[in-house]
């Protein structure tokens, strides 16, 4: 069993940024592959980023690539996201996600590919 808490939503202007965290428990968390979703108002939950177990590979959408950077501390069962140039359509509630066999099969974009899901953290981003 993984819980997963995430911290750092805040509201910004355009251009700024702002760094989230997702705080894991459990021993197993560096066997986990790591994601961030986000869902804005009246829109479905979609992809952000994601990273492998070992943190050597990430993926993104195309919407935030060259912006976000995603990462993770095995050590401190934390994974990151690192939002620079934020725009108003970053707008959203961003949702941590982790599993143990994505690494395996999965195309890593997909929400259903996820056990385990955070309570999210809200990002606004005025213009």
């Known amino acids: 069993q993984v819980q997963l808490v995430e911290s750092g939503g805040g509201l910004v202007q355009a251009g700024d940024s702002l760094r989230l965290s997702c705080a894991a428990s459990?021993?197993?968390?560096?066997?986990?592959?790591m994601a961030w979703f986000r869902q804005a108002p009246g829109k479905e939950r979609e992809f952000v980023a994601a990273i492998r177990w070992s943190g050597g590979v990430t993926y993104y959408a195309d919407s935030v690539k060259g912006r976000f950077t995603i990462s993770r501390d095995n050590a401190k069962n934390t994974v990151y996201l690192q939002m620079n140039s934020l725009k108003p359509e970053d707008t959203a509630v961003y949702y941590c996600?982790?599993?143990?066999?994505?690494?395996?099969?999965?195309?890593?974009?997909?929400?259903?590919?996820?056990?385990?899901w955070g309570q999210g953290t809200q990002v606004t981003v005025s213009s």
């Open positions: 459990g021993r197993t968390f560096s066997s986990y592959a």
């Open positions: 996600a982790a599993d143990p066999f994505v690494d395996y099969s999965g195309t890593y974009r997909r929400r259903d590919e996820y056990r385990y």
